[in-house]
T-cell receptor, first 115, second 114 residues
């Protein structure tokens, strides 16, 4: 089975540019999570969706960040405009429905560098 | 409310030595407990999990963890470290019940010396 698929794996951009990160969750999973990982702050939950609906976006750092999930198989995280402090690894994770144990399945991450 | 504390952000062991990574949790409901491993430039991968039943849980790559309710701990061990075990390890907890949000600890970086 394919796992969580993220693209791009690496992105280098200049300050002020728009960045779009993409995620395809595991088929059949109904919850999707976006995390950010930095040396300073560790792993931070940015936002999560249940059945394509954003449930909690309290972790989104600023209005420059936005996330969408137009259907069950695709989500985007957008940063506009980007700043050097946004440099981090962004992870997408998905989880099956029915409660379960809460276990998350992570993608390989998108490493963003903003110059 | 849930929280996880991992004691020691960095642990260094010699190859062949015992690995012990500590994790303590708090949860207002019976917990599910997890250990994830993150190798360099990769995502987090499930190492093992405790849900119910046997309190000693075995995972991949020879790792195991024991759920101790009285101590609110879920320490990760491996009898003999291998160079390939060098990675970052995350302990996490979720609660039995609606929502089941996963709360992660701060991570422990394991270094293995030859």
């Amino acid at each position: 089975d394919a796992g969580v698929i993220q693209s791009p794996r690496h992105e280098v951009t200049e300050m002020g540019q728009e960045v779009t990160l993409r995620c395809k969750p595991i088929s059949g999973h109904n919850s999707l999570f976006w995390y950010r990982q930095t040396m300073m702050r560790g792993l931070e939950l940015l936002i999560y969706f249940n059945n394509n609906v954003p449930i909690d976006d309290s972790g989104m750092p600023e209005d420059r960040f936005s996330a969408k999930m137009p259907n069950a198989s695709f989500s985007t995280l957008k940063i506009q405009p980007s700043e050097p402090r946004d440099s981090a690894v962004y992870f997408c994770a998905s989880r099956g429905g029915g409660g379960g144990t809460g276990e998350l399945f992570f993608g390989e991450g998108s490493r963003l560098t903003v110059l | 409310a849930q929280s996880v504390t991992q004691l020691g952000s960095h642990v260094s062991v010699s190859e062949g030595a015992l690995v012990l990574l500590r994790c303590n949790y708090s949860s207002s409901v019976p917990p599910y407990l997890f250990w994830y491993v993150q190798y360099p430039n990769q995502g987090l991968q499930l190492l093992l999990k405790y849900t119910t039943g046997a309190t000693l849980v075995k995972g991949i790559n020879g790792f195991e963890a024991e759920f101790k309710k009285s101590e609110t701990s879920f320490h990760l061990t491996k009898p003999s470290a291998h160079m390939s075990d060098a990675a970052e390890y995350f302990c996490a907890v979720s609660g039995q019940g609606a929502g089941n949000m996963l709360t992660f600890g701060g991570g422990t970086r394991l270094m293995v010396k030859p």
